[in-house]
Structure formats: structure tokens, C-alpha cells
């Protein structure tokens, strides 16, 4: 039976990531500060170090669950032998965008925040190696859509293919629609963006041959 003591405890843990995760939202996770969280929070700053060791700890709590969820999803997704590789990409690519619309005043902070480049093969964060898995799976199903890619190409495709998505997530994420609504509406032409960059991509890759 949980005490009187642990339950505030568990509240008082819970306002901190709430308040941290409202002001990495609206005022971006590298201006904020231990000291305004804790005011947000209705407590000391020494109390939220109680609870976590700094404001990367916070980012992480907040974050990694849902990009866990993400990750865990999108491999199913790749996993799916019974798919075309296309199709693969496509799903992948609704997925995403559900998944950043869902949460749009936190996924920013989910996917940049203490963020480093993809191609940066020591990653010491947690978050960046989970961020990095999420990236190559991405990049494994461009590599299923076209042929003879060298790891040049293949990383260049894969970044013009997530600039893609993040055009979508920019275009829609002030959107007042519900997202089940948003998502049915728009689906046809998140698909055709894709069929069409994969069709540019492999117009490139035949003339440079």
C-alpha cells in the first residue's frame, strides 16, 4: 500500500515533468531552466534534484517512452515481410507523421533537443541512440526502395526523404482538425509525396549511371 509520503512524492514528480515539458514546449528546452521549472512547479529547485540529476534527466523521462513507443511500431512495420518495399516506406512515413502530429507541441523536443547529427557514429545520450535507431530504420527501407545506393547517396536520400516529412509536420501542426480526421483527409497525398520523391530519386539514380 503505497504511504501518504511516497503518493506526494509520486505527485510531486509528476508536476515537475509536467511543468518542465510545458516550458520545453513553448519556450524550447535550451532556454529554460531548473530555476523556472521549479517555480512552474510550485517548489524548490534542490527539491527537482531530488528527482532527477539535471535537465537532460528531464528530457529524457519525457521523452524516451514515447519515441520507445515509436521505434517499437515503425520495426513492426519493417519487419513485415509480407509488405512491398514501397508500401513499407509509406507506413513507415504515416506512422511518423501520426505519431509527431499526435504529440505536434512536443515533438520538436522529442526528436532536437540536446540532438545530434545522424551520421555521428558515437552517440553518448540515450535519446540520441534511440532517435539514431529510429533514422535507420528510415534509411533501411529507402535502401529497400531503390538499388545500388553507395552510403553516400543512401545517407543524402534518407535526409531529404525525413526533410520531407518534417515539411508535412510543419504544414499541419497548428492545425485545429482532429488528427483521426486530418490523417484520413490527407493520407492520399502523404502517400503520393512519397511515391513521387522515390520516383525523383530514382530518376537521379539512372542518370548518373
Known amino acids: 500500500m503505497t504511504s501518504k509520503q511516497e503518493q506526494r512524492s509520486e505527485e510531486t514528480k509528476k508536476q515537475i515533468l509536467q511543468s ?33 540529476k539535471d535537465k ?8 524516451m517512452p514515447s519515441l520507445q513507443e515509436l521505434h517499437d511500431q515503425l520495426h513492426h512495420i519493417s519487419n513485415r515481410n509480407t509488405l512491398a518495399a514501397e508500401e513499407k516506406l509509406k507506413k513507415i512515413s504515416r506512422e511518423y507523421i501520426h505519431f509527431c502530429l499526435k504529440y505536434r507541441n512536443m515533438y520538436d523536443i522529442f526528436f532536437n533537443a540536446k540532438s545530434s547529427r545522424v551520421d555521428e557514429a558515437e552517440q553518448e545520450l540515450e535519446i540520441n541512440k534511440l532517435r539514431i535507431r529510429i533514422f535507420d530504420m528510415m534509411k533501411l ?21 525525413y526533410f520531407n516529412l518534417n515539411g508535412i509536420l510543419s504544414t499541419y501542426s497548428y492545425q485545429h482538425e482532429p488528427l483521426d480526421v486530418l490523417m484520413e483527409r490527407l493520407t492520399p497525398t502523404f502517400d503520393l509525396s512519397i511515391e513521387i520523391l522515390l520516383l525523383g530519386f530514382k530518376e537521379k539514380l539512372n542518370k548518373g549511371k
Open 20 to 52: 518542465a515539458g510545458k516550458l520545453f514546449a513553448t519556450k524550447g528546452y535550451d532556454s529554460v531552466t531548473i530555476r523556472e521549472i521549479a517555480k512552474d512547479a510550485g517548489c524548490s529547485h534542490t527539491t527537482i534534484y531530488l528527482y532527477f
Open 56 to 63: 537532460e534527466a528531464l528530457l529524457h523521462q519525457l521523452s
Open 141 to 161: 527501407n529507402i535502401q529497400e526502395c531503390l538499388s545500388n545506393l553507395n552510403d553516400e547517396q543512401l545517407l543524402a536520400y534518407s535526409r531529404i526523404y
